[in-house]
């Protein structure tokens, strides 16, 4: 055995313990979750799933809970990547020159983020709380923005609103980290040009922030077409998104559908694999 072939039966076993670990935790699991859906399982722990074929399949084509289900994801993955996105980039614009307090400031922009999750979403239904909540006493008595009565915590527009408060600093810190890493001298020579501020940020900011716009956006629509726990605990199933519609279809319903749930959740896989793919070959040139 020549010397470079030890070598690759080297890097071999020292990468097993790895592959097997990510076999046991990843590669099993999905390999299970797509013979499930293809079965009915009964109730009884002590039988074995049935066989269906395509079954699960057809009948979630036909489910207008389903399509409803999917009409909310996207909307809401959209509308609360943007709005995070930007809200993200406008802070990030208003800490690009360190001034006194600079780090004090930092670390109160990412307290959204970093709170515990099952504290800000019960606070925030407080506040939503039709009853005696003061936003709702604000948009539907003072403002008349919705009509008296209406649950305005169990909408999709409010889900948005939160996601977006709550991630926004995830956006915030990567563009922060990339706004300040622009040379300085790229404004000041846009400035003898007579390039006003509107031009500058066209012309200068934008360009140099393309990647890292297009990076955090594709990393938000990943986990927020996959999120759960954030719409779930903040509305439960009333404003239903994938997430959410799986674990009621296979955990929440008497008797329970894992074989329909499995077959969603397969769907959702194949339909965030296909539109990543699509994304870096456009945006990231990969």
């Not at 293809?38 to 057809?58: C, H, K, M, R």
């Not at 194949?270 to 870096?280: H, K």
């Amino acid at each position: 055995m020549t010397i470079k072939q030890k070598e690759m039966l080297l890097g071999y076993v020292l990468i097993l313990p790895s592959v097997l670990l990510v076999g046991a935790s990843l590669v099993y699991p999905v390999a299970y979750n797509i013979y499930l859906s293809f079965t009915e399982i009964p109730v009884d722990p002590t039988q074995s799933p049935e066989w269906v074929g395509l079954a699960n399949y057809q009948a979630l084509v036909s489910d207008p809970e389903f399509w409803e289900a999917v009409q909310n994801t996207l909307i809401f993955t959209f509308f609360s990547d943007v709005g995070a996105t930007a809200l993200g980039l406008g802070v990030a614009l208003l800490f690009r020159n360190k001034f006194r307090g600079d780090g004090i400031m930092r670390g109160l922009v990412l307290l959204p983020y970093i709170a515990p999750l099952i504290a800000i979403a019960f606070t925030w239904r407080w506040l939503l709380q039709p009853t005696y909540g003061i936003v709702p006493h604000l948009l539907q008595d003072v403002l008349e923005l919705y009509p008296s009565g209406t649950n305005i915590r169990e909408t999709l527009g409010m889900v948005i609103l939160f996601d977006t408060w709550r991630y926004f600093p995830f956006a915030f810190l990567l563009i922060l980290a990339r706004v300040r890493s622009i040379p300085n001298e790229l404004y000041e020579a846009a400035k003898i040009d007579g390039a006003g501020r509107v031009a500058r940020f066209k012309d200068i900011t934008l360009p140099e922030l393309k990647f890292v716009l297009a990076a955090v956006f594709l990393l938000r629509w990943i986990w927020n077409f996959n999120v759960f726990s954030d719409v779930w605990l903040f509305v439960g199933n009333n404003v239903p998104i994938l997430g959410t519609f799986v674990y009621v279809r296979g955990f929440n319903t008497i008797p329970p559908n894992q074989g329909y749930a499995a077959a969603v959740a397969n769907l959702m896989v194949i339909g965030l694999f296909v539109m990543v793919i699509g994304y870096v070959k456009y945006f990231l040139d990969w």
